[in-house]
Nanobody, 115 residues
């Protein structure tokens, strides 16, 4: 049974930084693809960034140059370093782990950026 747990959300002022963490347990056979998504109030969930088992990364355009996704394979943990945060980054952030063709989601962590 794969479990996904996020941490690190909070409230910051515009221009500030936060670091989100996501730990996946129950991973046995291969390294999963891991990613961060976010959902703002009244909006659909959107992809923020992903990282493959080999470390290849992809970002949505609005966060390029400000957010960095990384992973620690030994811990099956993925991080999202968010710098120069903007009010429009305010959302619930979710971690998704894709493992053996199945998707597992965390419970989400809230990020609030005030102007």
């Amino acid at each position: 049974q794969v479990q996904v747990v996020e941490s690190g959300g909070g409230s910051v002022q515009a221009g500030g930084s936060l670091r989100l963490s996501c730990a996946a347990s129950g991973i046995i056979f291969k390294l999963p693809v891991m990613g961060w998504y976010r959902q703002a109030p009244g909006k659909q969930r959107e992809l923020v960034a992903t990282i493959s088992s080999g470390g290849s990364t992809a970002y949505t355009d609005s966060v390029k140059g400000r957010f960095t996704i990384s992973r620690d394979n030994a811990k099956n943990t993925v991080y999202l370093q968010m710098n120069n945060l903007k009010p429009e980054d305010t959302a619930d952030y979710y971690c998704k782990v894709t493992y053996t063709l199945l998707e597992y989601w965390g419970q989400g962590t809230q990020v609030t950026v005030s102007s």
